[in-house]
């Protein structure tokens, strides 16, 4: 049996598909596109008599269509990453919030668990109040095309290795504390925790917790 045609199925109408990548006229919110392969056998047969005997009742062969899962792990493939992820770690995200990518049901979790409670708890230590103050995940997972269209230039981001959380601090605040105050607090959690922590506005690093312009800290996993 032989893969004889390839049909490409999504609800969504691509602009182009080029070198594996595709861009979509709605970008960024959308999937990837569905591959499925319809599968025919050839028989040599040595006359038709023969040809017959093995045609007839014979039901067609049924397709190989790609999951979501799969749909995931082939964006990796077309995008060259260096993770190419393994079925068992793309999963159901723990909280919604972990999720920034296209496909709701799963995220690639490598790691954004562990780094959200153990800065959570870190936080919480250093502040020393006897309330326990919840942090806010702005973002977590993005998958390689979401990456892209957010703006990020690199196909390796920790975002896409699911090795990475941009934090946000508690809603309300903190009494007694300032914004900066909270931010170098979120910074400060996530060196201790054994993590890169790094103050952005969006896309770009800064050089201090307490410049104007920070919007979120970013932490992921030490190593690629």
Request: with cysteine; net charge negative.
């Amino acid at each position: 049996m032989t893969p004889a045609k390839l049909a490409k199925v999504c609800p969504f109408k691509p602009s182009h598909f080029t070198r594996g990548v595709a861009s979509y006229t709605c970008k960024s919110v959308c999937p990837f596109m569905l591959l499925r392969y319809d599968v025919v056998a050839k028989i040599s047969p040595n006359d038709f008599d023969t040809l017959e005997q093995y045609t007839d009742d014979v039901p067609p062969l049924p397709s190989i269509v790609q999951d979501i899962k799969d749909i995931i792990r082939q964006e990796y493939v077309d995008y060259k990453t260096d993770l190419q992820p393994a079925r068992n770690l793309i999963v159901a995200p723990s909280q919604p919030l972990f999720n920034g990518g296209n496909y709701p049901q799963f995220v690639v979790d490598n790691g954004m668990s562990e780094i959200f409670a153990a800065v959570s708890q870190k936080f919480n230590e250093l502040l020393g109040t006897e309330t326990t103050y919840e942090l806010v995940v702005e973002s977590g997972y993005r998958n390689p095309q979401r990456n892209k269209d957010v703006g990020s230039i690199y196909v390796n981001s920790f975002h896409v290795k699911g090795q990475a959380l941009d934090i946000l601090i508690p809603v309300g605040g903190v009494p007694g504390k300032s914004i900066p105050d909270l931010w170098c607090l979120i910074e400060q959690a996530g060196v201790e925790s054994g993590y890169v922590a790094l103050p952005e506005d969006g896309p770009k690093p800064l050089s201090s917790c307490r410049h104007e312009d920070v919007d979120h800290i970013h932490i992921h996993k030490l190593g690629n």
